[in-house]
C-alpha cells in the first residue's frame, strides 16, 4: 500500500464518521423541537429553560408560598348520605 492509499482510508473513514454524526445531530434536533422538548422532565435534564422560568416568576411577581394553616390544606367534607 501506497501512502496515498493509507491517507485516502483515513480521509474517507473520517469523513463517514462525521457525515454519520452531523445527520444524527440533526436527527435530534428535529426531534427535540417536534417532540421531546414538550417533556418538563427533559427540559430539567438538560437545564434548558431555566433562565427563562426564573424571568416569569420575577416579571408576573408572584411568589409561590406554601399555607402555613393547617386548616386550610384539609379537604372540606360535605353532607354525607345517611347509611340505610
Known amino acids: ?3 496515498k492509499d493509507i491517507l485516502l482510508t483515513v480521509l474517507s473513514f473520517l469523513a463517514s464518521t462525521f457525515i454519520v454524526v452531523l445527520f444524527i445531530a440533526i436527527g435530534w434536533y428535529i426531534i427535540w ?6 417533556f418538563k422532565l427533559l427540559r430539567e435534564l438538560f437545564s ?8 416569569k416568576d ?8 406554601k399555607s402555613k394553616s393547617p386548616v386550610s390544606s384539609r379537604r ?7 347509611p340505610r
Do not use: I, Y
Open 33 to 38: 423541537v417536534a417532540f421531546l422538548s414538550r
Open 1 to 3: 500500500m501506497e501512502f
Open 48 to 55: 434548558v429553560g431555566e433562565a427563562n422560568e426564573k424571568d
Open 76 to 82: 372540606r367534607k360535605g353532607p354525607t348520605a345517611a
Open 58 to 65: 420575577k416579571s408576573s411577581g408572584s411568589v409561590k408560598r
